[in-house]
């Protein structure tokens, strides 16, 4: 089992900049890919990005490429992801999830996921 806890939502205004953080405890993280998914109200659950196992490729959403940016640090069991010039359309509950072994672009792909941290971007 692999438990996640995401932390860092909030309310911020249109521009601003946020950072997510995702905790990761139980088993060795750094065997983990390691994804970033939303899910704004009333629609289906995104792919925002994902990472591989040692950090040394990442892989975003064409929609989001220059703005969001994944990263890990394997020594502290974290996961990341750097968001700027927020929209109001970057509102969602943001959810981080880990899959063995390999990154995916599938939502349904990853085996353990975060409860989540909700994202507002007022305009």
């Known amino acids: 089992q692999v438990q996640l806890v995401e932390s860092g939502g909030g309310l911020v205004q249109a521009g601003d900049s946020l950072t997510l953080s995702c905790a990761a405890s139980?088993?060795?993280?750094?065997?983990?890919?390691m994804g970033w998914l939303r899910q704004a109200p009333g629609k289906e659950r995104d792919f925002v990005a994902t990472?591989?196992?040692?950090?040394?490729?990442?892989y975003s959403a064409d929609s989001l490429k220059g703005r969001f940016t994944i990263s890990r640090d394997n020594a502290k069991n974290t996961l990341y992801l750097q968001m700027n010039s927020l929209k109001p359309e970057d509102t969602a509950v943001y959810y981080c999830?880990?899959?063995?072994?390999?990154?995916?672009?599938?939502?349904?792909?990853?085996?353990?996921w975060g409860a989540g941290t909700q994202v507002t971007v007022s305009s």
């Open positions: 990472i591989t196992r040692s950090g040394e490729s990442t």
């Open positions: 999830a880990a899959r063995l072994y390999f990154t995916s672009f599938n939502t349904n792909s990853y085996e353990y």
């Open positions: 139980g088993r060795t993280f750094s065997h983990y890919a």
